[in-house]
């Protein structure tokens, strides 16, 4: 089965880049996504890449994908303070029926 | 349009009793996926429903187990309860695939 791997905290200044980093195993992943959980929600999703893109930019977000090492990170541009969250990588492998997610990261902006 | 509800928010149970937990897809959603978040654990894939159908579980005992109804809306069971299984418990919706996979609030499972 995949195993997915983030680091579990990221501290950043309002303003700043911030950049969430994400390792898979699962060469196969077909859809490698990013969610958000703020405190006391479900999860949103935040966006998603296919296996054969190496790149992915939607307003603040940008995905970087490097399958040859299984990397994935999540670059979000002039970091706020609602960007506080914790951040999930997940992957799917063998198709839609089963996505595996990482532990998080917490992001934390200080002001 | 309502996205996915969650019910109850919060419950509380006693060791070996039976917990139920629901959620409603959004409308037109005919696929639901249920995870268990963990205290300091990541989300664990639990099953996923479509058509009425389980198409599959993740690595979990039997005695959680769930159903999908005509309405699409689910129900996840957890029998013999075991204070290990307190957790937010989470479920999405789609129409298919997890792109575009929405989460509900979750439920808060307590077991004491």
């Known amino acids: 089965g995949e195993d997915v791997e983030q680091s579990l905290f990221l501290s950043v200044r309002e303003g700043d880049s911030s950049v969430i980093n994400c390792t898979y195993t699962?060469?196969?992943?077909?859809?490698l996504y990013w969610y958000k959980q703020e405190p006391g929600a479900g999860l949103q999703l935040l966006t998603y890449?296919?296996?054969?893109?190496d790149m992915k930019q939607d307003q603040r977000l940008t995905v970087l994908l490097n399958k040859k090492d299984k990397h994935l990170s999540l670059r979000i541009a002039d970091t706020q303070t609602g960007d506080s969250a914790i951040y999930f990588c997940a992957g799917a492998s063998g198709g839609y029926q089963k996505v595996t997610f990482g532990t998080g990261t917490k992001l934390q902006v200080i002001p | 349009e309502a996205g996915v509800t969650q019910s109850p928010t919060h419950l509380i149970k006693t060791r070996g009793q039976q917990a139920t937990l629901r959620c409603s897809p959004i409308s037109g959603h005919t696929s639901v996926y249920w995870y268990q978040q963990a205290l300091g654990l990541g989300l664990q894939f639990l099953l996923w429903y479509d058509e009425g159908e389980e198409r599959n579980r993740g690595n979990f005992p039997p005695r959680f187990s769930g159903r999908q109804f005509p309405n699409y809306s689910s129900e996840l069971n957890v029998n013999a309860l075991e204070l290990e299984d307190s957790a937010l418990y989470l479920c999405a919706s789609s129409s298919g695939t997890l792109v575009g996979a929405f989460f509900g609030q979750g439920t808060r499972l307590t077991v004491v």
């Open positions: 699962d060469s196969s992943s077909t859809y």
């Open positions: 890449i296919f296996s054969n893109m």
